[in-house]
């Protein structure tokens, strides 16, 4: 990196004024080897090198803008180059000194003047930028006496019209102009005092023509370069005596005098590519003896007509190239005498045939290339005793006969290439060659005597098979190119090279579509490299043996010897490389001829497993076809692969002829399959393929023949409905067989539930979880039925009162229809002790909303003048219940112990519970009363009037109507008929009170004005009268009067 002080001083030296102002300084930036001196307006760069090859030193001026030399000799601390050696200068952008200033004069600044003087090699480049527009004097090159090779590239681009210019170049031997305005500017003398000039090029300059006599008297010139200029034509180029090389390509020649080289004895190698020649005559070349090397390729004109013995007598000459002219036709003695000649090269030319002596006299011939012309036979005369050819090229022609001794000659032929032409090398099929324009048939080609061949190109050509030749008859084959062909098979005997050598057979692009290898491990001898690229090959069961050979070496995509092959067919294997494609895959169809195959199926063979296929898929079958065995077609196939997919077979048959055992794989699926045959299944099966069908269970024996067939390792069950149930055979057997069910992870049962190994246990779990469950409930419930009876053994009174209160489940507590045609709900039975709370209590609230009960009460509802048991007894039967108010005045009444009685017997008939006692006041020690009322209230409920629930119970007692009176029960309850009340299981009959006994008169309410049936509160008080009865009855007893 430069120091930060220097590019100040840079920048300072920059921004000085400018004219006599300036100032300059001197950065040295590698020491010894660069420096840099900055003025003010312009810069100029010294570098000092070493030239690697010749170890020679180069000092290499460099300018940025014009400089102005004589300010640099200001510079007080200039390089010191003096007393180092300077073999070159390289003069870079600086403008070319004029007026009386030589080179010598400017570079004096900082190089010394006996430096430059001693300098052998001057390169002036692109100097006409900062140049003045002034001819080049003499004076440039003064005191350069030592100069031996001077360029000017682009230095002037000034006229160079002074004859004398290099005057003082007396050493000079290697002179380079690229400059110059060319034409008529050009001294004619300007080159005369170089007498030593050897290497003289005039290239790039825009001649259009030699000025007359500018090269010629150079004794010495041997090189003579005019290369890229505009001439039109030539004078005969005179006292050149050394002259070895021309380079007249790339102008714009049209034609050339026949004795325009004949002074040049010396001349060796002539140029003249890239012009306009339309002929080249005949003697052109007569007098020079040493040319080695000819070329006029690619001639911008229709037609190069060559002249009669063009290059006759020339045997030293080596090396034509006539390549691009246009050429039609070649005189037959155009090489004659040219012994020495080892390349030609005449392609891409419109040579339709050659003449037969052609090359009669060119023995050492090594390449010839005809290439891309029009050549469409070749016969055995041609290359006759031309043992030293090694390499021939006749590609791109439209060649279809080579004579079968064509080649005959060829024994150091290395290559021969062939390629897009129409060589075929038979006649519709048949294997032929041509003799002195017959054809034979013979199943050899005009290949098979080159013993040193090693590379053969027949690319593009109308070849059908790979010839015995190609193998046999080239032991030093390496390459072998029979791309973009018509071979449509290949074996392993066309792979049987004798050369150990081979390396690549490209057999891309044909219409290869078989390999058929007969041994399997062949490989060992093929190529490395079998280009098959492009090929259609039709991977069957011929290619078996290959593939199996490719699979046993475990070679891959590298290492295959096939390269880019790949299967077309069968579709199934398409764009499968051969080392990918597995040997299982490789099947062929059976000819039909060999009555195997049933109508109905197509067959196949499969040697990877010696089985044959027997495919009935897609064919509509409701009955399977027999098969035969498969013994009858080649013993050594013995299995059978059976394909029954995609029918409508509602069952498998018990047999299905011979070959039946045979199969080891079964396909069945999308037929209508219900279940498989158990013991009918082939021995041997390997595979069976039930997706699809209408199988929803396996039994198990079916299961259990699945399960120990070890052999079976395939199994596909998917797509049935299966019914998953815990007890199922089948789905423990697919817990158990994961492995051998393909289509594990698909399998579903009927209702869309995945089936696994863990279905069988998870519904299982469902069902001992549903026994406890179930278990749990009815037990539970049974515990609360248990508490229910309990509870309503114990309060069941109280329950159907509540029911009956809330209107609930009236079905449980409704009267039945037993009692429907009785006339009263029920009968009172009381002392008239009591009467005040009968009537002013109990019958209205009974009467009344919402009960609206009708009662039997003696006052309104008994008859006058019948007796009054025959009325308690008449009023008990038609009443549902008898309401007894017990009291110690009803305990007193004998009246009342027979209506209870009555009541009671009238229970037992109709084995219902009638009586309703009240506990209207405390009665007493219950032990004292008559045996029967103790025994019935010590068995049965009986209702106290001191009981806040006594209206519920007492209406609960009730006859239950369906509906009552001004409540709406509900539709759907049906209503039952039972007893709410236990009746006593025996009662002894109740004695009557004598008929005689009459009871007192009393004071008593007269019924007279109450009608007969109707509720007493309709009336009032005042209604009610004092009247003289002949009986009361009195909570149902009897008591006489005071």
């Not at 006996?114 to 900062?130: A, D, H, M, P, R």
């Not at 003398?189 to 006599?213: I, K, V």
């Not at 290559?415 to 048939?441: C, D, M, S």
């Not at 409701?622 to 196939?637: E, G, K, N, W």
Request: with cysteine.
């Amino acid at each position: 990196m430069r120091p930060l002080w220097l590019i100040g001083l840079a920048v300072l030296a920059f921004l000085a004024p400018s004219n006599g102002d300036q100032s300059c300084i001197s950065n040295t930036i590698y020491r010894d080897t660069e420096w840099d001196l900055q003025c003010s307006t312009f810069r100029v760069k010294l570098t000092r090198v070493k030239v690697e090859k010749t170890s020679e030193i180069e000092l290499q001026v460099r300018c940025t803008n014009k400089p102005d030399f004589n300010l640099l000799q200001t510079i007080t601390n200039l390089p010191n180059l003096s007393g180092s050696k300077i073999d070159n200068l390289s003069y870079y952008y600086c403008p070319m000194p004029y007026g009386n200033q030589s080179l010598v004069d400017v570079l004096a600044g900082f190089i010394e003047r006996e430096q430059v003087s001693n300098i052998k090699k001057l390169l002036f480049v692109e100097n006409t930028k900062y140049s003045e527009p002034l001819p080049l004097e003499p004076v440039l090159f003064a005191d350069l006496n030592e100069l031996e090779v001077l360029s000017m590239k682009r230095s002037a681009a000034r006229p160079l019209d002074n004859d004398q210019l290099f005057a003082s170049l007396t050493k000079l031997h290697t002179l380079d102009l690229r400059e110059g305005d060319g034409g008529s500017r050009v001294a004619t003398a300007l080159l005369r005092p170089l007498a030593n000039l050897t290497n003289l090029e005039l290239m790039e300059n825009g001649l259009s023509e030699l000025p007359a006599g500018l090269v010629s008297s150079l004794p010495n010139l041997q090189y003579l370069t005019l290369y890229n200029n505009e001439l039109k034509r030539l004078d005969k180029f005179v006292e050149l005596p050394k002259l070895n090389d021309i380079d007249l390509s790339s102008n714009q020649l049209t034609e050339l005098q026949a004795d325009v080289f004949d002074s040049l004895p010396a001349l060796s190698q002539l140029l003249l590519n890239y012009n306009h020649l339309s002929s080249l005559p005949s003697g052109l070349l007569k007098n020079n003896f040493n040319l080695t090397i000819f070329s006029a390729q690619e001639q911008h004109n229709e037609r190069l007509v060559l002249g009669d013995g063009l290059f006759a007598g020339l045997k030293k000459l080596s090396k034509v190239y006539l390549a691009q002219c246009r050429i039609d036709r070649l005189p037959e003695d155009l090489f004659a005498g040219a012994t020495g000649l080892k390349t030609l090269d005449l392609s891409y030319n419109l040579l339709q045939s050659l003449p037969d002596k052609l090359f009669q006299d060119t023995e050492q011939l090594e390449i010839l290339n005809l290439g891309h012309n029009m050549l469409t036979t070749l016969n055995d005369k041609l290359l006759k005793s031309k043992s030293m050819l090694k390499e021939l090229y006749l590609d791109h022609n439209q060649l279809h006969e080579i004579d079968w001794h064509t080649f005959n000659d060829q024994s150091s032929l290395r290559k021969l290439i062939l390629n897009h032409n129409r060589v075929a090398l038979h006649v519709n099929g048949t294997p032929v060659v041509y003799q002195n324009g017959e054809t034979l048939v013979v199943d050899q080609t005009p290949f098979n005597t080159l013993e040193n061949v090693m590379i053969l190109d027949l690319s593009h050509n109308e070849i059908i098979t790979l010839f015995q030749d190609f193998t046999k008859f080239m032991p030093k084959l390496t390459e072998l190119n029979l791309s973009h062909n018509r071979i449509s098979q290949l074996s392993d005997m066309n792979f049987r090279f004798a050369s150990r050598a081979i390396k690549v057979i490209n057999l891309q692009s044909n219409n290869i579509t078989r390999l058929d290898f007969q041994v399997e491990n062949f490989t060992d001898r093929l190529p490395p490299n079998i280009l098959l690229n492009g090929n259609p090959l039709n991977c069957d069961c011929l290619f078996y043996p290959l593939v199996q050979s490719i699979r046993a070496k475990g070679y891959t995509e590298i290492t295959s010897p096939f390269k880019g092959a790949l299967c077309a067919n069968p579709p199934a294997l398409a764009y499968h490389a051969l080392y990918d494609v597995a040997p299982e895959e490789l099947i062929c169809q059976l000819d039909a001829a060999n009555n195997f195959c049933p109508t109905e199926c197509t067959c196949y063979k499969r040697p990877a497993r010696s089985e044959i296929i027997v495919n009935c898929s897609d064919r509509n079958l409701t009955v399977a076809p027999a098969i035969l065995s498969p013994s009858v077609l080649d013993v050594r196939y013995d299995v059978i692969e059976l394909n029954l997919a995609n029918n409508m077979l509602r069952a498998l048959p018990t047999t299905l002829g011979e070959g039946w055992n045979s199969v080891r794989q079964l396909y069945v699926a999308n037929n209508n399959l219900t279940t498989l045959p158990y013991d009918n299944l082939p021995d041997r099966l390997e595979l069976i393929d039930t997706r699809g069908n209408q199988m929803s269970k396996f039994d198990a024996q079916l299961v259990a023949m699945l399960a120990n067939r070890t052999e079976l390792r395939s199994i596909s069950l998917s797509a049935n409905p299966w019914k998953c149930e815990c007890d199922e055979p089948l789905l423990q057997f697919v817990a158990d067989n994961v492995a051998r069910i393909t289509d594990f992870t698909e399998l579903r049962c009927a209702d869309g539930e995945p089936l696994n190994s863990g279905t069988q246990k998870k519904l299982c779990n469902y069902r001992t979880i549903l026994i406890v469950v179930l278990s749990l409930t009815v037990t539970c419930l049974a515990v609360a039925a248990f508490i229910c009876y309990w509870l309503y053994t114990r309060y069941q009174h109280e329950i159907k009162v509540w029911l009956f209160r809330h209107d609930r489940l009236r079905w449980l507590v409704a009267e039945a229809q037993i009692d429907q045609d009785k006339r009263y709900d029920a009968f009172i039975s009381y002392s008239h002790k009591d009467e005040d709370f009968i009537v002013s209590t109990l019958m209205p609230k009974l009467e009344g909303e919402p009960m609206n009960f009708k009662l039997c009460w003696h006052v309104r509802d008994f008859m006058p003048g019948e007796l009054i048991s025959s009325q308690i007894t008449k009023a008990v039967e038609e009443s549902r219940r008898t309401i007894i108010v017990l009291s110690p005045n009803y305990i007193e009444s004998v009246w009342g112990q027979m209506e209870f009685n009555t009541a009671y017997l009238q229970s037992v008939a109709d084995k219902r519970n009638r009586v309703i006692p009240i506990i209207y006041e405390d009665i007493g020690n219950i032990d004292t009363l008559d045996a029967e009322l103790r025994a019935y209230l010590k068995t049965n409920t009986y209702v106290r009037w001191d009981d806040p629930w006594f209206w519920d119970k007492l209406r609960y007692a009730m006859p239950h109507p369906y509906r009552l009176k001004g409540v709406q029960a509900s539709n759907n309850i049906r209503m039952a008929s039972v007893d709410k009340l236990n009746l006593l299981q025996t009662a002894t009959q109740m004695s009557t009170p004598s008929l005689e006994s009459t009871p007192p008169i009393e004071t008593t309410h007269s019924g007279k004005n109450i009608p007969n049936g109707e509720p007493l509160d309709r009336f009032n008080e005042q209604s009610i009268h004092k009247t003289v009865s002949p009986f009361t009855i009195s909570n149902g007893k009897f008591e006489l009067s005071a």
